[in-house]
Each structure stands twice: as structure tokens, then as C-alpha cells.
């Protein structure tokens, strides 16, 4: 199911005034129909690229594999299927990454045989191809993340990208983290602990809202968020996401 919400002022933390939104508008859709580029495939995470043309898909196959067709305009069909060849099989999770100067790259997380989630910058320099890179993330010089990297949501300021991302060493574990580039290849980043998000539980996917204001994670399930004044400046402490209506 697909479900609206409305952004009620909640950043800045101004939780306790909340404005009347009233009734949500009534929204038609035109009923769904099959793509025909992905017939016969079972999928799921669907992502579209900002400007329409390309869409993403992980096909549920063992192990998982990433798909992506492109279209030539916003009416037209998209063609055929071809996959993220140089991503290990058993990748999934991919997300859209925007930044200055290429707005088609993309972040995928990716887990190879015995090996912790990783994550891969990916490119699209044409319709059918897909070089990925995986990124290197080191707590401190020469000690590289070892755990699985289970969000990552990156955002883009004035100062340079930051990317937040949870780290979890275990099933019922997991910390908020971030990182910035270590050189303009931003191939490297210095990740660091996030102080005052973390709890002794799980923390998980977190999500930059596009003003770089708000960072949305979960906390035990439960959804919080951290806001400040400018992306520039820290955030503060955690609220518990209040949901209206």
C-alpha cells in the first residue's frame, strides 16, 4: 500500500505545535499496470532515477540480483532488462545517490559469500552499463568497517556530502554512524560515531530529509528524529517521531 504524510513542522523540534493540516487531499490513480520489460520476474524495492528514465529493481532469486532498464522519455516504454554485473551476487538495497557535477549515481549494498553488507558507488555512464566501485569506510587510518552495513542515506551541503549509515554487528544490533569523504573521489570516507543517536538496542535506516535538517532512524523499531538549524550545525538529541492523525 502506498501512504502520504504530511511534514508538520517537526523540525527545529517543534513537536508541540503541530498545525492543522485538515483532511488529506483525495488522490486517483490510474489502475497498475505490468511493466513489460520485468514480465516473468518476481521483484520488489523498485527505484526510479529523478529524472524518470531509469528504473531499478531487485529480483527476488537466489541469490539476489539487481536489474535496471532504461526508457528515452517520461511517456515512453522502458526497454530491456540488463543487470549490475560487477556488483557480488546476493546485492540488493539500491538507492539513488545525487551529488554535484553526477546526479546518476547510485549506492547499492551488496554482500558477498561469507563476507559482511558492503557498500558500492555506481555510476550509469550509459543505458546497459554499470561499473561499480566499493567504497572504503575506515573508522581510523589502515581499520576498515568490518560489520554489515544494513541504511545508507547520503546527503549533499555546501561543506561536501555526508553519508549516515547503521552499522550492525549483529541481528538485534545496530548503530547510527557518519562519514565524509576522505579526497574527491569520494571512493574513501573517515566514518565516526554518531554521539548522543545510540541506545544500547538497534538503531537502523536512516533517512537525511533533503533540506539536510532532519535525520529520521528507527530506535528499537520505533521511529525518532534529530533536527537542527542548518545542515552546517549539529543535530540534536533524539524525539520519538509523533504521528498525526
Known amino acids: 500500500d502506498i501512504t502520504v504524510a504530511f511534514d508538520a513542522g517537526l523540525v527545529d523540534g517543534a513537536q508541540d505545535a503541530v498545525p492543522d493540516l485538515g483532511a488529506p487531499p483525495s488522490i ?116 576498515p568497517v568490518k560489520s554489515d552495513v544494513d541504511g545508507v542515506s547520503i546527503l549533499v551541503t555546501p561543506q561536501g556530502p555526508v553519508m549516515a549509515l547503521n552499522i550492525a554487528p549483529g541481528a538485534d544490533l545496530g548503530d547510527i554512524y557518519f562519514a565524509k569523504p576522505l579526497d574527491s573521489s569520494l571512493l574513501r570516507w573517515q566514518v565516526r560515531y554518531a554521539e548522543g543517536f545510540n541506545s544500547p538496542g538497534k538503531e537502523d535506516d536512516p533517512v537525511f530529509h533533503p533540506d539536510g535538517r532532519v535525520l529520521i532512524f528507527s530506535i528499537n523499531g520505533k521511529l525518532h528524529y534529530a533536527a537542527r538549524a542548518a545542515s552546517s550545525l549539529p543535530f540534536g538529541a533524539p524525539q520519538v517521531l509523533a504521528v498525526v492523525g
Open 28 to 143: 486517483s490513480c490510474d489502475p497498475p499496470q505490468p511493466l513489460s520489460s520485468f514480465a516473468g520476474r518476481k521483484t520488489r524495492d523498485v527505484a526510479l532515477s529523478p529524472d524518470g528514465l531509469r528504473l531499478i529493481a531487485e529480483e527476488i532469486v537466489d541469490p539476489r540480483v539487481l536489474l535496471t532498464a532504461t526508457r528515452s522519455s517520461l511517456t515512453a516504454a522502458f526497454g530491456p532488462v540488463s543487470t549490475f554485473d560487477s556488483l557480488p551476487p546476493g546485492s540488493q538495497d539500491l538507492i539513488y545517490w545525487p551529488f554535484p557535477g553526477d546526479p546518476k549515481v547510485v549506492v547499492a549494498l551488496a554482500v558477498g559469500a561469507n563476507t559482511p553488507r558492503r557498500v558500492f558507488r555506481c555510476p550509469l555512464p550509459s543505458p546497459s552499463v554499470v561499473n561499480c566501485t566499493e567504497l572504503e569506510l575506515l573508522r581510523r587510518p589502515g581499520e
